[in-house]
């Protein structure tokens, strides 16, 4: 069951692909909240509701909802974490300010959020515009955390 709905959020997100936000406007997300339609979408929860912080990136990844894991940036070993990150995980990155599209290290709020996909690849929005990229040396120096949002759904009873 789990597979299931990992391959469905994937699966799902993967719809939009190349899609404008701008052109999005009749399903009714922006781009910080691509993340979250997704998740309310198919399961009927909202990943932004508990948590707290200054955008909804923040927010996802200080929630209540799955398994937390935070990475230490400065790790040369990073790569390794990678294998502990499971299609439909949501994974969040340190940007130059809340709502850059490049990432750094120089922040400390997450400012970019994406969900894995597998294969060392992540959708998200970048420049108003859905895509995916490689977890590459310039992600996987920002990477800050992962959230397995997906392990406590068989769990909540708001589901469908």
Excluded at 12 to 22: G, P, Q, S
Excluded at 23 to 43: M, Q, R, S, V
Excluded at 140 to 156: E, F, G, M, Q, T
Aim: hydrophobic share 35%; charged share 30%.
């Amino acid at each position: 069951m789990e597979d299931n709905y990992r391959n469905n959020v994937v699966d799902f997100a993967i719809i939009y692909l190349d899609k404008i936000l701008d052109d999005l406007d009749n399903i009714g997300f922006k781009t910080y909240e691509f993340t979250n339609y997704i998740y309310k979408h198919l399961f009927n929860i909202d990943i932004n509701d508990t948590g707290y912080g200054l955008d909804n990136s923040t927010k996802q990844m200080t929630n209540d909802i799955g398994d937390l894991k935070i990475y230490n940036e400065l790790d040369s070993r990073k790569d390794n974490y990678l294998s502990d990150i499971k299609k439909g995980d949501l994974v969040f990155f340190h940007t130059k300010e809340l709502n850059a599209s490049m990432p750094t290290i120089n922040n400390h709020y997450p400012g970019h959020v994406g969900i894995y996909i597998g294969d060392k690849c992540f959708i998200h929005v970048l420049d108003n515009k859905i895509t995916i990229d490689k977890i590459d040396d310039k992600w996987l120096s920002c990477l800050v955390a992962s959230r397995d949002v997906i392990k406590d759904l068989s769990n909540r009873k708001t589901m469908f």
